[in-house]
């Protein structure tokens, strides 16, 4: 037994230490994400199409003002833009080869995504609760 004192196989030595070892998460969240993005698309642009009595400014801001527009409007934001970075951070993976590239993109895929969700969720709050 030459150093080699495990009984496992050399699959089972090597399973699970693949280059990501996240692929199944990343998968299911990014389907997921696509099936309730496919249920609050529709509804925002119906019930926008339906509530609001004309395409100006105090018709979305009396949309948004109300509570269960207002927490439908929030849930599609953030889940679009978890989307959005899960598919950008695929892509980035999959094409970007430079290591310094590679690391500002997903950086900037985490960072932008947060900065503007959070801009966004402020101001659909802002407009909910007044000024």
């Known amino acids: 037994m030459s150093g080699n004192s495990s009984m496992r196989t050399a699959l089972g030595r090597v399973k699970g230490h693949g280059a990501s070892g996240e692929g199944t998460g990343h998968f299911i969240a990014s389907r997921v994400t696509a099936i309730a993005l496919a249920i609050l698309g529709p509804w925002f642009i119906i019930s926008a199409a339906l509530t609001m009595r004309d395409a100006g400014y105090g018709s979305a801001l009396e949309f948004v ?67």
Not at 94 to 122: M, R, S, T
């Open 65 to 131: 003002a109300q509570p269960l527009n207002s927490v439908g409007l929030i849930l599609l934001l953030v889940i679009g833009l978890y989307h959005m970075s899960l598919g950008m951070q695929e892509i980035v993976v999959d094409y970007i080869h430079k290591p310094f590239g590679k690391f500002v993109l997903l950086l900037l895929n985490a960072l932008g995504p947060l900065a503007i969700g959070a801009a966004a969720i402020f101001a659909v709050l802002r407009v909910n609760f007044g000024a």
